[in-house]
């Protein structure tokens, strides 16, 4: 990557910006001041001309800034490059040419292939090495080849019995003093074992108990991520997140448990049960708020099947039914997963104009909060809309 090529890239988000303002008016004319909603009809149009996606993930980071530090992917260099009206990145720097820049085609190499070459080469084999070893001499003890010649200096002499005894008495010594000397590690490790037994005496004599969840009135798996905090007398509460579909484990040798049951969709519900006599499995029916449901399912309505005039009636329909359902006060917020912008509050009309404006980008709205008031009118929604990339994983 060269200075140039970040030049080009700027050059390229200009060109993006450009071709996007021909057909729409955002909140700004600057891309880099767009959020929220101008994203989503961006990321649309992206597909719609380019038929590719750039998360809001990427776009926050190529976008928001400005220069960039590093450049994106090849792909999405090509994506943009296609969207600005030319054949690629590479098509795009050829008639962007700065003064005195030369353009070969291994700029159009990317990073992968780059470092597959690196390796190629760091795995040419090396010419075998030699080494010279030093040669091993052996010496001989000159051999007596007088073998009638007798010494009396070396005769052999017969052991005394007292020394015989000695050495059976010094050959028993350290038996004595392995026990004396091991004796502190092996009191240590007696000691370990049993601070283990009691450390873990939770786990060793606790059961596990399974909790799944179903819909009281449809009799299927609820729709929602529950939260289900264990309250325990003298504690703080503990709090669990069950995925939809999922059962709840969980581990104890008390024997009572106390849990709070609640999901955007349904009824908060209490639970305790007596654990002495109690099933190793039990299934738990939550009734579901009808209030709350219906505001979520005509938040992501389709209406684009329908001719356009059907269409236009359907959107109409469903925004009388948005009103009706939430409070004029109500106060509503949109999470993102970035470091740059976390969440954005809306107030009632603006959400409904983004959720009655028909995009694919509805299909992944996911509603992590709703409350009601006494009335039943809704009073609080907080919602996200995930990325294609975060719906992959």
Request: with cysteine; net charge neutral.
């Amino acid at each position: 990557m060269t200075d140039l090529d970040i030049l080009h890239f700027e050059q390229l988000k200009r060109d993006v910006q450009a071709q996007y303002l021909k057909e729409y008016t955002p909140s700004y004319d600057d891309i880099s001041k767009w959020k929220g909603i101008d994203i989503i009809y961006f990321q649309e149009d992206l597909r719609k001309k380019a038929k590719g996606n750039i998360s809001e993930k990427s776009f926050y980071t190529y976008f928001k800034t400005s220069p960039v530090t590093k450049l994106p992917r090849i792909d999405m260099l090509n994506l943009l490059s296609i969207y600005a009206g030319y054949d690629s990145w590479y098509e795009f720097k050829k008639q962007h040419l700065f003064a005195g820049e030369l353009l070969t085609d291994d700029d159009d190499l990317s990073d992968e292939e780059i470092k597959e070459l690196e390796k190629t080469v760091s795995n040419f084999p090396e010419l075998p090495k030699t080494e010279i070893l030093p040669q091993k001499i052996e010496f001989k003890a000159p051999e007596n080849t007088d073998l009638q010649k007798s010494i009396s200096e070396n005769q052999i002499v017969n052991q005394k019995p007292e020394l015989s005894q000695n050495l059976n008495s010094e050959a028993s010594k350290p038996k004595k003093n392995f026990f004396r000397k091991n004796a502190w590690a092996i009191v240590t490790s007696i000691l370990i074992i049993i601070t283990g037994i009691l450390g873990f005496k939770d786990e060793i004599f606790s059961k596990t108990y399974k909790y799944c969840f179903t819909d009281a009135d449809r009799g299927v798996g609820v729709i929602n991520t529950l939260e289900i905090k264990v309250i325990k007398e003298n504690e703080s509460p503990i709090l669990f997140k069950i995925k939809p579909g999922e059962c709840f484990y969980y581990s104890t040798k008390d024997k009572n448990l106390k849990m709070q049951i609640s999901a955007p969709f349904y009824e908060y519900l209490e639970v305790n049960r007596s654990l002495e006599n109690a099933p190793d499995e039990e299934m738990i029916e939550l009734k579901p708020d009808d209030y709350k449901m219906a505001a979520y399912y005509f938040s992501i309505k389709d209406v684009t099947g329908a001719p356009k005039e059907e269409q236009l009636a359907l959107i109409k329909q469903k925004r009388n039914q948005l009103e009706n359902l939430i409070s004029n006060n109500a106060v509503i917020y949109q999470v993102y997963d970035n470091n740059t912008y976390g969440i954005e509050r809306l107030d009632k009309q603006k959400y409904i104009t983004l959720v009655t404006t028909p995009t694919t980008s509805l299909k992944n709205l996911s509603v992590i909060e709703m409350k009601k008031d006494s009335k039943g009118k809704i009073i609080s929604i907080k919602f996200k809309i995930a990325t294609t990339d975060e719906k992959n994983k």
